[in-house]
C-alpha cells in the first residue's frame, strides 16, 4: 500500500475469541455455529452500545475498536457478565466462553480494516485471558486505574509470538467472587501472623530492631476509621496504602467482606502499613 495512502489512529483494539472452539465443534457442530452466532450478535449489540465498532468477525473470533480505553472496558465487561449468565443455563461441556484481551495502541486503517502491532498485541493479551476473563495492556491499564470499579492483578512482562518487546499484560478483576478468593487468600496469611505473634511472646534483646518492624500509626485510630469508614477504605488511607484503599472505595469494603476481615486484623494486631511494618501501638 503506497505509504501517502496509510491512515493510522490511536485506539482501544479488542479481540475475543472462543476457548476451546474445536473441542466445541467435535462435539456438535450444528448446535456450536447457531450459539457461535446468538453469541456474536449479543458482542456486537453491546461493543455497540458502547460507542464501539466491530471491524471483522473471522471464525470464532471477535475483532473491534473503540475511541476510548473506558468505553472499550465497560463493553468486555458487560460482555463477559451476559455471557456467563447465559452460559450458567448450560452443561458444561456445552458452556461457550470467550477470552478477551484489550490493547491501546496505534493501528492502521485501510477499507474500514485495521492492521499493526496495536492489533496483534490485543490478540496476545486475548490467548492470556482466563475463559470468561479480560486481559488489558500496560497501555490500557494507565488510562483505566482510577475510572472504573474494578480491580486489576499484574501478570507481569510476557514475551509473545512476533512481538519484539515484553508486554506488560494486567487481569481485569470483574466478578466480587474473583476479588473475595484474592482477600481470602490474603487474609489468611496475615491473621495467622497475627495469632501466631499473641500466642509466642519473646523479648528481643535488640529493641531498635523491634522498633524498625512497628509502624509509628496508631492501632486505636486505626481501628476508629475501620469501624466507622472501613467500607470506604479510611483505615487503608491512614495506613498509606492508597491502591487498597481506591479499590475498596469503589468496592464498598470489598462488598462487606473486606471491611469484616479488616476489622479483625487491625484488632489482632496484624494489620501492616504501606511499608508492611505492623500497626500495634495503640496509642
Keep these: ?20 472452539y474445536s473441542r466445541l465443534m467435535r462435539n456438535d457442530e450444528v448446535a456450536t455455529v447457531k450459539m457461535l452466532n446468538t453469541y456474536r450478535e449479543l458482542i456486537i449489540t453491546l461493543v455497540q452500545q458502547h460507542h464501539g465498532r466491530v471491524v471483522d468477525s473471522p471464525g470464532d473470533n471477535v475483532l473491534a ?3 476510548s480505553v473506558v468505553d472499550g472496558v465497560q463493553a468486555a ?5 451476559e455471557l456467563k449468565t447465559r452460559n450458567a443455563r448450560l452443561a458444561t461441556a456445552r458452556k461457550m466462553e470467550f477470552r ?11 477499507d474500514e480494516r485495521i492492521y499493526g502491532d496495536g492489533v496483534n498485541i ?11 476473563g479480560i486481559c488489558i495492556s500496560r497501555t490500557a491499564y494507565d488510562q483505566i486505574e482510577d475510572k472504573l470499579p474494578l480491580g486489576y492483578e ?43 505473634s499473641a ?13 524498625s518492624d512497628v509502624s509509628d500509626k496508631k492501632r486505636l485510630l486505626a481501628a476508629i476509621l475501620c469501624l466507622s469508614l472501613g467500607i470506604f477504605g479510611a483505615h487503608r488511607f491512614y495506613a498509606g496504602k ?23 486484623i487491625v484488632f489482632f494486631g496484624g494489620f501492616t502499613d504501606n511499608k508492611g511494618r505492623k500497626i500495634k501501638k495503640w496509642v
Design 77 to 81: 465487561v458487560a460482555i463477559q457478565k
Design 100 to 110: 478477551v484481551g484489550i490493547n491501546l495502541g496505534d493501528i492502521i486503517v485501510e
Design 1 to 20: 500500500m503506497p505509504e501517502e495512502n496509510i491512515m493510522r489512529r490511536l485506539a482501544a483494539i479488542l479481540s475475543a475469541d472462543v476457548k476451546d
Design 65 to 67: 475498536e473503540f475511541a
Design 199 to 211: 500466642e509466642v511472646k519473646t523479648e528481643l534483646s535488640e529493641s531498635t530492631k523491634a522498633a
Design 154 to 196: 499484574y501478570l507481569g512482562e510476557k514475551n509473545v509470538k512476533n512481538i519484539p518487546k515484553p508486554i506488560r499484560a494486567y487481569k481485569v478483576i470483574v466478578e466480587p467472587e474473583d476479588l473475595t478468593q484474592k482477600l481470602k487468600k490474603w487474609t489468611t496469611t496475615h491473621i495467622k501472623m497475627a495469632k501466631s
Design 122 to 132: 490485543a490478540a496476545r493479551l486475548e490467548a492470556m485471558a482466563d475463559p470468561g
Design 242 to 264: 492508597t491502591k487498597s484503599g481506591k479499590v475498596m472505595l469503589f468496592t464498598i469494603g470489598g462488598f462487606g467482606i473486606w471491611y469484616v476481615i479488616d476489622c479483625l
